[in-house]
């Protein structure tokens, strides 16, 4: 029996007061198992990012309680949350947002350093992640000498540096080409099952949904969970998915073959 | 540690720039202190060297030394009180002198002492007071002005020869170059010879000092610093002085943390980030403090070896004396309200929602 990672549970979030007032996020329910890769889809105002952020412990609820590998983070304190954020989860945003004046591996670093890890374990970890990621040999640069394609990586490389529980991507694709964006999307697939970890994919590219093991909509603050996402990918794609799918198949696991090791 | 430091390094010219703004206010304040010393000791060191336990000066003067005026034989009768040790006639005034041979003036102040006494400092070089019948030590204000052991200077009026036999230091009176000459050698050089001396300095218990005006008619005890503060345009000279450092001071912490709020505000996309990935507002703030204070100690060493170059430069043609407490003091007021100044930065630093890491992605 897989251990749940992440569980919402009548998860409700308003902002402003009276007539200002918003419903961001109404009654959601949610269970998310170790080793799965949500994808949360749905249009601008949606509250995917309220979601998101709930979930991340970046906000708290207005109504409803949040667990984390069995434990209630729903009331917890800003540097609670804060901490909560740095050991236990992993962020990747949609420009990547890499810190300007730290190179890719100290990217990686920082975090160990935040931690309060032993610089040689982290250094072992932070070079493997790297390698991992294809960027070995672009430790050095700073993030204005890399592409999109390449911060992104970096950043998904930070967001596994803590070993987190949950990882939450918010379009993490955005920026990128499509061929790109989906080896991204794989890579996070792959640590996703292969550490079962949880990880919860917001994302407009439908046509990324069948890397994901499951897929949710969400429309004015309610979620639906789609059953066939094979219907579902179908219907997008117009024919074109099993092929697609062959493909992504054949493709090498980059992070699969070393953890294999 | 780890923040400050590679931030610094990938934004060298930014913070270079920074370092060299601390290292140009530092430079003024510590230059504008040395100026200041300069000229009170230019004014007042004589006053100083002197010392004594009291300095008894005539009723009358308002603690001005110039104003005063007492017997000489007064210190007689006073070194004979019961615990007092030793008292000596002393005089300070202004005269013109000219220099054996050359028609230009020049005007000095000539310090009376007897000869041998506990006032007379003796001399570093050549002869000390009382070698010779004519004999003067001069100060090194005088050898500054291109007088030397030998020289021979004429008193204008008067024509009274007067030979320079030995040098000391220490001794600036009034700005000018001075001279220390035998007390009753003085007494004959003033305008008036039955005015008597400027003061009779005393060494002993206060009790007994303290007894001195019921003991001798018209007379006060004052000490040097009151004497000093006295002096014509002393004070006025040192409160423009020191309004001037303050003002300083507090524009260069402004500077400074205008510069760090500048780039705290450009970084606050940035910040958000790093607290949504788990970094404390605490951890941030002492990143910042840690890059206030290292570039602070690097442009306060820089600034006093600038000062202190600036010193072997122009100490000799301008009153200018570097005091090494003067400039740690003021080096440590200019990092700690610089490191005060940034406090603005750090409320914005922890008022940075790292919700907007998601909300403003890119």
């Keep these: 029996m897989t251990k749940t990672i992440l569980q919402l549970e009548n998860i409700s979030k308003t902002f402003g007061k009276g007539e200002a007032e918003v419903n961001a996020l109404v009654d959601v329910n949610l269970e998310l198992k170790a080793g799965e890769l949500l994808a949360l889809v749905g249009p601008s105002g949606s509250g995917k990012s309220t979601m998101l ?209 | 540690m780890f923040l400050a430091l590679r931030e610094f390094r990938h934004s060298k010219l930014r913070y270079a720039l920074i370092t060299a703004v601390i290292v140009m206010v530092s430079s003024l304040v510590f230059i504008l202190s040395g100026l200041a010393n300069g000229l009170s000791a230019g004014n007042s060191e004589a006053l100083e060297s002197i010392g004594g336990d009291g300095i008894v000066v005539s009723s009358g003067s308002e603690y001005q030394l110039d104003r005063s005026a007492i017997a000489a034989d007064h210190a007689e009768t006073i070194a004979g009180i019961d615990g007092i040790e030793e008292a000596e006639p002393f005089g300070a005034s202004a005269i013109n002198v000219k220099r054996d041979g050359s028609d230009d003036v020049l005007g000095i102040s000539i310090l009376g002492m007897p000869a041998g006494g506990f006032l007379d400092p003796g001399a570093s070089e050549g002869e000390a007071l009382g070698a010779t019948e004519n004999g003067i030590v001069v100060d090194e204000s005088m050898i500054n002005e291109g007088i030397s052991v030998g020289d021979i200077l004429v008193t204008d009026p008067g024509g009274v020869e007067l030979e320079v036999i030995g040098v000391t230091d220490g001794y600036q009176y009034r700005l000018v170059p001075t001279a220390i000459v035998p007390i009753e050698i003085w007494q004959e050089l003033q305008q008036d010879p039955e005015r ?54 507090v524009i260069a912490a402004g500077i400074i943390a205008a510069f760090f709020f500048i780039i705290t505000l450009q970084k606050m996309p940035e910040l958000g980030v790093m607290k949504a990935i788990g970094t404390k507002s605490g951890y941030l703030a002492r990143t910042l403090l840690l890059q206030v204070g290292i570039l602070g100690v690097i442009g306060i060493v820089i600034g006093i070896a600038f000062s202190w170059v600036t010193d072997m430069l122009i100490g000799g043609a301008v009153p200018f004396a570097l005091e090494w407490q003067s400039m740690a003091m003021y080096g440590g007021i200019l990092l700690v309200v610089g490191m005060i100044g940034t406090l603005l930065s750090l409320f914005r630093i922890a008022r940075v929602d790292p919700l907007d890491a998601i909300n403003n992605a890119g």
């Design chain 2, 196 to 249: 008597g001396v400027s003061a009779i300095v005393v060494n002993g218990e206060q009790e007994a000092i303290d007894s001195i005006p019921d003991e001798v008619e018209r007379t006060m005890v004052a000490t040097s610093s009151e004497l000093i503060d006295n002096l014509p345009g002393q004070t006025e000279q040192q409160a423009t002085l020191t309004l001037i450092q303050v003002f300083l001071v």
């Design chain 1, 53 to 261: 952020s709930i979930a991340g412990a970046l906000l708290t609820p207005t109504e409803g309680k949040i667990w984390l590998d069995g434990d209630d983070i729903t009331n917890l304190g800003e540097a609670e949350r804060t901490n909560l954020r740095l050991n236990r989860m992993g962020f990747i945003f949609q420009g990547s947002n890499l810190v300007s004046f730290l190179s890719g591996r100290d990217q990686l670093l920082f975090i160990a350093r935040m931690m309060g890890s032993k610089n040689g374990e982290a250094e072992k970890r932070a070079d493997w992640l790297l390698e991992s990621l294809g960027m070995g040999k672009r430790g050095k640069h700073y993030p204005e000498e890399m592409s999109g394609g390449e911060r992104q990586r970096i950043a998904i490389g930070r967001a596994l540096m803590n070993d987190p529980d949950l990882i939450l991507a918010d379009e993490p694709t955005a920026s990128l080409d499509s061929q790109r964006g989906r080896q991204v999307v794989q890579l996070l697939a792959e640590q996703v099952h292969d550490q079962e970890k949880a990880g919860i994919l917001v994302t407009h590219d439908e046509r990324l949904i069948d890397l994901c093991d499951r897929v949710v909509r969400i429309a004015d603050g309610r979620i639906d969970e789609v059953k066939d996402i094979e219907a579902e990918q179908g219907h997008i794609l117009d024919g074109s998915a099993p092929d697609q799918r062959q493909a992504d198949q054949k493709e090498p696991s980059l992070i699969g073959k070393l953890l294999h090791r």
